[in-house]
């Protein structure tokens, strides 16, 4: 998936991938920005406000480290798998140099704060990377250079046989030595000695005991150094110095493997994470002194200090950062896509707030919006523990629908029994009053066996009573659920209401396995394995059926506005069907092997998503038309699993024919590995451009009220102006100049010398000639005029007659215009001398 991005211009893989982060976390003194790698992208978050500042792009694949720069904290060094090292000026987020080593690499990296300026790797070769796990640290020098695109090739192996993980790679005390652990082997390599220390624990297993290293972390002012073990242990190793005389004490608290490790800046606190999801804090490196920060929702993976030690992050492996205060006390949480184990609910949007809804924590359901990058709420639709223990059956969220205004969410849960399933339809109401949604119905055994699809109808002209809900199961029926008021023993109407079942369809035992209503809500279309039933949702009445074998019906959609006549089915045998309604015939037939099928709700437009030859490809097609308006090859390499339309708030202007299904909606896509892509139909550079940046170049007045109350008062002077007949007049000097613009907003450190710019800023605060009066306009005309040709001269005086104009123009009076020839004379008479006049 990470080349759909290179070989799809138009393609994006969203930073907003469920992947956690592999780079860590790095915070900015004093403690105001977070930077965190995100698939392809750098992330700059405020620590305050969690919002996420700005989004760095450039890296053609997996970002796979970020270091501050020693030598000036304002900047950032990102490493990737396309091969590249990459600084940045993240403040303005503008690439100041790129580095590359000319092979693929799969690296993590450490900068050095000496005065060499070299960059610390560890690196695989293509060989190493496609058919072993054997990793190089090795030290690359980086070219010094005017340019921003370098190439550095003078590399040097420091170590072999390392591990693959940036917690397998320490440096210690200013950087005297690095340490470096693999299975239960420490190495320790000292710079200036050019000496290599090994250390190795046992590798029999004994009383539960497992010596295999999973992290290790330098004190920051004493030569100690912190190991993790798989088995929870804590190791303290000192007099590494040594091979024989090295001792090591231990500290013991976790329960499983401890994931990672870190010290304070002072070196007096160390702090340690796993799977218990409790932060451990050590005092002064004693068992006996400890404190807990329990409760932080998931494991922890990586744990990274501020530089001035006031602030901590824990990052959790659902894809959550934790902002934790010196004083182990919580300050604030960043969610991200939370990944879930099984996205069984699909892709869902909800149509009030636009977001992505789908699986989050075990018995959640998350609520994600694409807009802001941020999880709006997660609802707990189990309302249970969840027990975190490997083998035990406990119940899932498998199934959510929205109706059509978002007022209604139908959810269900099963257990993980195979055959005897237990099984809850719940109906949830949205509160305008409280902002959330609130339990209604709970419906036990909807169904005798597993419900495999579920849909809303929601007519708007018929009110109230066309809300009604469809289920399909296991169990060879489909049941219609119908909203019906509570009464109370007096016969007086309740306002509260409730949901029962109305009617029970099936077909010839068949097992039902999807459902969808028309886009009018009058028909129903269910299918029962090889078979697609219509049925009237008035009366319930069976109107036809379709058939396509070999092979069950995998998904089925009917089409919208111009195509509503359609019914599109994809069978497992890989066809995609449409039929059409009013002839009860099969229209046309493709061979592809569909997987997703998704319409647009917005449009006729409908996507199809095909795995063939391991390799997601797309089609979207009108079903009128049976040759696709969209195909996609080797859209990537994993199989795409779920897909969704997501609306936009404003149609996007799109100059590409190819591209105008994607005007309404943006169509998102989840993998089989949980990453979430999408394709854009703006380049990188214009989608990482900073607001403040697109409002310069589209020379637009900040939305603020002042700015459009100006704009509205403009709007009618000119709209008045136009009414009484005067010509509207533009002044071009309210116009700044391009070379100005570019100016302000480029970054000092990025602009050429100021002897440089001094003669482009000189020129462009000079008043053009054509703002000048008209008197020394015409002058200059008469002079050239006398040099030149007559058909220069004229278009010169043209030029002048269209952006001069007259005061009395101005003042709603209308004037004879001059021919050529009269203005000759005119200007000839203005420029004879007239003083004898005087002596008379």
Known sequence: SRGFARRCSRGLRLPRSARAPSAGVTAFPPCRYLLCA??????????NTEETLRLMGGHADLVTGIQLNPHNHMQLYSSSLDGTIKLWDFMDGIPIKVSSLGFYLHLHFYPLSGPHSSVLLLVSDRFFFLWSDTFQLVSVKLTKGAGQDLESKELSVVLDGVGASVKHIAFGREGAYVVSVKDV???VYFFKRKLLNRFSLSTVKTKGGDNR?????????EDCIATGHADGKIRLWRNFHHRKEYTYSTLHWHHDIVMDLAFSVEGTRLLS?????????????????????????SPIEYISMSSDGALCCTLHTDNRITIINSNLRFSRSIQGLIKSRDVKTGLVVDPRTKALVLNGEPGHLQFYSLQSDQQLFSLDIVQRQYIHQAGLKQSDLVKVAFSAQGTWLATVEESEEVTDPELQLKLWFYSEETQSFTLNTRINTPHDNHITDM?????DELGDDSLILVTTGRDCVFKVWVMVEDTDPEGKTHESVSWSCDFVGSYHNYQATNCCFSEDGSLLAVSFEETVTVWDSLTWDLKCTFCHPPGNIRNICFGRLTCSKYLIGATDYGFLCCWNLLTCALEWSAHLNIV????DPLSEHIAAVSWLSKESSLFVFKPNEPRPLYIQRNLCKEKILLAAFVPRDEPET?????????????????????ELMTLSTKSLEERLTPSSKQLAVEESLPVTPFSLLLGKHRHQQAQEDTDLGKPVVHNKQEQASPAVKELLHTPAHVLPSASFLCTIFINS???SKENKSAEEVADEVEMESEKADGDSDEEDVTVMEQEDTSPMELLGEMTCKLSKSQEKELRKIRKMDYSWIAAF
């Not at 290293?213 to 002012?221: D, G, L, M, Q």
């Open 765 to 767: 605060l000079l008043i």
């Open 455 to 459: 849909c809303f109808r929601d007519m």
């Open 654 to 674: 799109i100059s590409s024919e190819k591209y105008l299904w994607l005007r309404k909606s943006q169509l998102f896509f989840l993998t089989d590995t949980q």
């Open 273 to 297: 994470g796993g799977v218990e999801s409790v932060l451990v804090q050590w005092h002064n490196e004693s068992s006996c002194q400890k404190d807990f920060l329990p409760r932080l929702g």
């Open 38 to 47: 995100s698939g392809d992208f750098v992330k700059v978050y405020s620590v």
């Open 213 to 221: 290293f999973s992290c290790v972390v330098c004190h920051p002012t």
């Open 185 to 187: 082997t420490l190495q």
């Open 596 to 599: 997703v099928l998704q319409p």
